[in-house]
Nanobody, 115 residues
Framework: QVRLVESGGGLVQAGGSLRLSCAAS????????MGWYRQAPGKQRELVAA???????NYADSVKGRFTISRDNAKNTVYLQMNNLKPEDTAVYYC?????????WGQGTQVTVSA
């Protein structure tokens, strides 16, 4: 059974930082691409950042230069370091593990950035 558990969300002032973590189980983590998505109220879920097994990354234009995705294969954990947070980053952040033909999601963690 695949399980993704996010942590690290919270309330922060604009310009602050947070680090999200996602602990994965039930998948061969080291060979699985991982991603972070977010969904703000009234908006569609969007990709924030992704990392493949060999470490290559890609980011949404809106977070480039501010967010960093990384992974620790020994801990089966993927991270999202978020710096210089803006109010528009406020959303529920979800961890994602695509594994054909399925697509697995965590329960989400709320990030709120106050102006």
């Amino acid at each position: 059974q695949v399980r993704l558990v996010e942590s690290g969300g919270g309330l922060v002032q604009a310009g602050g930082s947070l680090r999200l973590s996602c602990a994965a189980s039930g998948i061969r983590f080291s060979t699985n691409a991982m991603g972070w998505y977010r969904q703000a109220p009234g908006k569609q879920r969007e990709l924030v950042a992704a990392i493949v097994s060999l470490g290559s990354t890609n980011y949404a234009d809106s977070v480039k230069g501010r967010f960093t995705i990384s992974r620790d294969n020994a801990k089966n954990t993927v991270y999202l370091q978020m710096n210089n947070l803006k109010p528009e980053d406020t959303a529920v952040y979800y961890c994602n593990a695509p594994r054909y033909p399925d697509n697995y999601w965590g329960q989400g963690t709320q990030v709120t950035v106050s102006a």
